[in-house]
């Protein structure tokens, strides 16, 4: 069997097949060993052959190159798609993983990939570096989902003005926009601020930003899952969402529920209790890293909140204090999670008794 050589791909060893580059080097080597240096005269043709090998199989090899596998949704970015990909600081961020492979749009052609929060268009007629194209998928979305109502939100000290779409970027909005790449990758704003599912939101040529007051400092800006909102849309072939090995992975989730319970269903006036929230995909797979936001509404009307991640079981556990309750008082507890731009909405109770 051949020798295999380490290598290093998005930074993980991947073991690799001896390559005529390879064998070229070693017969290098020997030939400037001086026991067979008598043996140089055969240098040129044994160089010919190396080139006639490296030239044969350099095409194929490029061909065959496949970029990395996402193991969060089953799906890889490869060639130009992943060098653009790799060139945005905090791409996993701005625009998710890969939810399909690479395919031609039956509708314009062109090569397109669709991701998490966005979708890639190949123009190989353009100059290199300016090939990989976002779609504006933003105002075709706010189309088919309008809003109930716009918001006015101007503040001439506190937003931008677009001339070009007549709309401004404000407050939080506007740092989040300028904080995460700016117009580069979300574009320019194509509507107000409006309340869309109770929650204040923004289109933009490339985005959707949702508002999440109850959510923790720096978490309350959330991208939606645009590229898989006008996926549905379209429709795009569903299949195509299916892991290409055909595994149920963690980022082929399609909706999230979450279940609160609290360890006593009865405390004390001064105690300790607990809120364990339980969270589960489609097919009642745990997910992992959701976002929890529990907010505990005492009997006086007092609330308060704590957040945590869920673990590899898609559990977080909160504990918080009990003190000085009125008997007999019933104290809600309400629970949200996020995941990528999914959401869920848990209520719960205990009493305080003794």
């Not at 193991?71 to 790799?86: L, R």
């Not at 991701?115 to 890639?120: E, G, I, L, S």
Request: hydrophobic share 40%.
């Amino acid at each position: 069997m051949k020798p295999v050589f380490p290598t290093q791909v998005a930074g993980w060893p991947v073991y690799r097949l001896l390559t005529p580059d390879d064998y070229c080097k070693s017969i290098a080597e020997i030939l400037y060993n001086p026991l067979v240096a008598k043996l140089s005269r055969f240098f040129g043709v044994i160089l010919a052959v190396c080139i006639l090998l490296i030239s044969g199989t350099s095409s194929h090899v490029e061909a065959q190159r496949i970029g990395p596998y996402f193991a969060d949704t089953g799906h890889s970015v490869s060639g130009e798609f992943w060098s653009y990909y790799q060139g945005i600081p905090n791409a996993a961020f701005v625009f998710g993983s890969p939810i399909t492979e690479q395919f031609s749009d039956a509708r314009t052609g062109r090569l397109i990939q669709y991701f998490q929060r966005v979708r890639f268009e190949l123009y190989p007629e353009k100059p290199p570096g300016q090939r990989v194209v976002l779609s504006t998928l933003g105002p075709l979305v706010y189309e088919h989902t309008p809003p109930k109502s716009a918001i006015n939100t101007y503040n001439p000290i506190a937003c931008r003005v677009y001339s070009e779409t007549g709309f401004s970027l404000c407050y939080a909005f506007l740092e989040f926009f300028d904080r995460n790449g700016g117009e580069a990758i979300f574009g320019k704003p194509v509507s107000a601020s409006v309340f869309y599912n109770d929650r204040i939101v923004q289109y933009f040529e490339h985005a959707r930003f949702d508002w999440y007051p109850e959510y923790p400092e720096g978490q309350k800006v959330v991208l939606a899952q645009l590229g898989r909102i006008y996926f549905d849309i379209v429709p795009e072939d569903s299949s195509r969402l299916r892991p290409v090995d055909g595994k149920n992975t963690q980022g082929n989730i399609k909706s999230i529920q979450a279940r609160a319970f609290t360890w006593k269903a009865i405390t004390r006036l001064n105690d300790q209790q607990v809120v364990y929230v339980v969270v589960q995909d489609q097919t009642l797979s745990p997910v992992m890293n959701a976002s929890v936001v529990v907010k505990v509404t005492w009997a006086t009307g007092e609330t308060e909140s704590f957040s945590q991640n869920t673990n590899a079981n898609g559990v977080a556990i909160l504990p918080f204090q009990v003190q000085a309750q009125a008997h007999g008082s019933l104290v809600q507890i309400e629970t949200d999670v996020l995941f990528q731009g999914l959401t869920s909405r848990n209520i719960t109770s205990f009493r305080i008794w003794q």
